[in-house]
């Protein structure tokens, strides 16, 4: 009964494609997220959703689009990946306005 | 600009004391902190969190002190046990108008020797 859940767990691709990442949330959140964590260890938000509407959106570069296909669903779609794009990529979700955010196991992407 | 910092990368300590791991915010917007804990290949775990118009907060052997006008947070864990190595990770919020948004420290890893 994982709350956060993440596909895949790996992804190995090479430069230049186009991958998805899905992210499911069984909690009955409303909001959900979608962070970064780079080589350094930085974590940081790159969109959130609230009932199947974008609320924030970084300075990401648009070859990333997410996707709400419901309030339970987030996909990160990204298109044309680069190395830069290597990274351990978290979803989370949250009820509307509550300050505690719940994760997933994340999905750690290297691109060669 | 890091907004919120975790200056001590590392952090080792005997089994049964106290650990106390710190955070510095810059924003003076922020009105929420929180602390995760993350195991390796495993997501942040929510830990424990504090309201900007408190000083303490305290759940079971975990604490989080915060000074406002020093712009400084901590949690103290008593007794540190095994279990507790993890790399703890310190995050501060603001309600933006169209969500909430977590801003996270870089981390410090807890070794929590026997």
């Known amino acids: 009964d994982t709350a956060v859940s993440q596909t895949p767990k790996y992804l190995v691709t090479q430069m230049g494609n186009d991958k998805s990442i899905k992210c499911e949330q069984n909690?009955?959140?409303?909001?959900m997220y979608w962070y970064k964590q780079d080589s350094k260890k930085f974590l940081k938000i790159m969109f959130s959703?609230?009932?199947?509407?974008?609320?924030i959106n970084e300075t990401v570069p648009n070859r990333f689009s997410p996707k709400s296909p419901d309030k339970a669903h987030l996909n990160l779609h990204i298109n044309s990946l680069e190395l830069g794009d290597s990274a351990v990529y978290f979803c989370?979700?949250?009820?509307?306005?509550?300050?505690?955010?719940?994760f997933g196991p994340g999905t750690r992407l290297l691109v060669l | 600009d890091q907004q919120v910092k975790q200056n001590s990368p590392s952090l080792s300590v005997q089994e049964g004391r106290i650990s106390i791991l710190n955070c510095d915010y810059t924003?003076?917007?922020?009105?929420?902190f929180l602390w995760y804990k993350k195991y390796p290949a495993e997501g942040p775990t929510f830990l424990i969190s504090i309201s900007s118009i408190k000083d303490k907060n305290e759940d079971g052997r975990f604490t989080v002190f915060l000074n406002k006008s020093a712009k400084h947070l901590s949690l103290h864990i008593v007794p540190s046990q095994p279990g507790d190595s993890a790399v703890y990770f310190c995050?501060?919020?603001?309600?933006?108008?169209?969500?909430?948004?977590?801003?996270f420290g870089t981390g410090t890893q807890l070794k929590v020797e026997l």
């Open positions: 924003n003076s917007m922020f009105d929420y």
């Open positions: 995050a501060a919020e603001y309600f933006t108008g169209g969500g909430n948004k977590l801003t």
């Open positions: 909690l009955g959140h409303d909001t």
């Open positions: 959703y609230n009932n199947k509407e974008l609320i």
């Open positions: 989370a979700s949250s009820l509307a306005g509550a300050q505690t955010q719940y």
